[in-house]
Nanobody
């Protein structure tokens, strides 16, 4: 069982930066792939980024590649999403998620979810 709590969302101007954090409970955090997803009003949830167990393998959605960086600290049971050069279209509720085994781009494959944190980017 893993419990996830996101933090770090807020309101920022276009071009600005935010860093989201995801704190995980449980002793087996290092065995979970961690993902970040987002959902904007009226839109489907979409994949943003994911990171493998050791942090050595990362994948990004094309829309955020080069602007966002996912990372994890297994000693602290945390995962983070550094978001730079933010755009109004990045406005959404951001969720961290965890799954054992292989990584996935699909939210339905993830077993554990945080409550979400709002990110709003003004133009």
């Amino acid at each position: 069982q893993v419990q996830l709590v996101e933090s770090g969302g807020g309101l920022v101007q276009a071009g600005g930066s935010l860093r989201l954090s995801c704190a995980a409970s449980g002793r087996t955090f290092s065995m979970y792939v961690m993902g970040w997803f987002r959902q904007a009003p009226g839109k489907e949830r979409e994949f943003v980024a994911r990171i493998g167990w050791s942090g050595g393998i990362t994948y990004y959605a094309a829309s955020v590649k080069g602007r966002f960086t996912i990372s994890r600290d297994n000693a602290k049971n945390t995962a983070s999403l550094q978001m730079n050069s933010l755009k109004p279209e990045d406005t959404a509720v951001y969720y961290c998620a965890a799954k054992p085994g292989a990584g996935s781009y699909y939210g339905d494959d993830y077993d554990y979810w945080g409550q979400g944190t709002q990110v709003t980017v003004s133009s």
